[in-house]
């Protein structure tokens, strides 16, 4: 509660320096994830069973390997943002551009992430299996990465209340 009414009370600049901060923050989170399937990525061609993949899987394993460089630009993009515009006065452009850099970085690491399941299930269970697996995991994905933030920032938390005393 406390928290809440202190964000009440705090200026434009002050907001912006906080949500800044946390942007910031959750992209610390997201990086060493994207960190670890790109270093992921980068071996498998060198493995003896990468010859074994059909000319398909390869497109969609190379289609995983950019994807994820991609994201990878996309989420670091905030970070070098914030370090070359330092102290210039525009943290609210800032916040706005490395949002949409996070939401798009996001995408495309669940777009490489189901393209990568897509080429393991393929290689252990050919057939109809990989596409019925990348698609329930695009599913959830999109539900649990979008879709529930979005229903939950139409409810507004309830104002704090004043303890009765």
Request: proline share 5%; aromatic share 10%.
């Amino acid at each position: 509660m406390e928290d809440e009414t202190r964000h009440d009370e705090e200026s434009a600049a002050e907001r912006a320096n906080r949500e800044l901060i946390e942007l910031l923050n959750e992209l610390r989170v997201a990086l060493p994830g994207v960190q670890v399937l790109f270093a992921f990525l980068l071996i498998v061609p060198f493995s003896d069973r990468f010859d074994r993949l059909d000319a398909s899987d390869r497109r969609v394993y190379f289609a995983a390997v950019l994807a994820t460089v991609a994201s990878t630009i996309c989420l670091m993009a905030p970070t070098a943002h914030h370090r070359l515009r330092f102290r210039s006065g525009i943290k609210e452009q800032l916040l706005r551009v490395g949002n949409v850099f996070a939401i798009v970085g996001l995408v495309l690491l669940a777009f490489a992430m189901a393209a990568v399941t897509y080429v393991i299930t393929d290689e252990i269970y050919p057939g109809s299996l990989p596409r019925i697996v990348t698609s329930v995991l695009v599913a959830t994905f999109v539900v649990v990465w979008f879709v529930l933030p979005v229903f939950f920032r139409r409810q507004r938390t309830p104002e704090a209340r004043e303890p009765s005393g």
